[in-house]
């Protein structure tokens, strides 16, 4: 299984930004994804996840109704779409799958599988 992340940059606060995940070796129509953030001296905490059986997904609290999460099994990818960004939406980006995606507590301990991280600023 291999994911990697990218799409991550710099933009001011209430813009936008999509993060893609390639992804490798499994089929996503029967494995959960997931995007987790990473904010600088905090633990790293899941954003939103996607369902593989069901395409159902999840948000954390602090980013529903402003990121969305999809997928394209066509193309192998995972993306997250966050809009009206905050300055505490800064930080690492990461990708994950092998894992379990069935609310909106999403735990970074039942993932099993992680890209690398790409890098996320929001400030004016």
């Known amino acids: 299984v291999q994911l990697q992340a990218s799409g991550g940059g710099s933009v001011q606060p209430g813009g936008s930004l999509r993060l893609s995940c390639a992804t490798s070796g499994f089929a996503m129509d029967e494995d959960d994804l997931g995007w987790f953030h990473q904010a600088p001296g905090k633990e790293r905490e899941g954003v939103a996840c996607?369902?593989?059986?069901?395409?159902?997904?999840f948000y954390g609290d602090s980013v529903k109704g402003r990121f969305t999460i999809s997928r394209d099994s066509g193309k192998n990818m995972v993306y997250l779409q966050m809009n009206n960004l905050k300055p505490e939406d800064s930080g690492v980006y990461y990708c994950?799958?092998?894992?379990?995606?069935?609310?909106?507590?999403?735990?970074?301990?039942?993932?099993?599988?992680w890209g690398q991280g790409t890098q996320v600023t929001v400030s004016s």
């Open positions: 994950a799958a092998d894992g379990l995606c069935a609310g909106s507590k999403i735990f970074d301990d039942e993932y099993d599988a």
């Open positions: 996607i369902s593989g059986s069901s395409a159902g997904t």
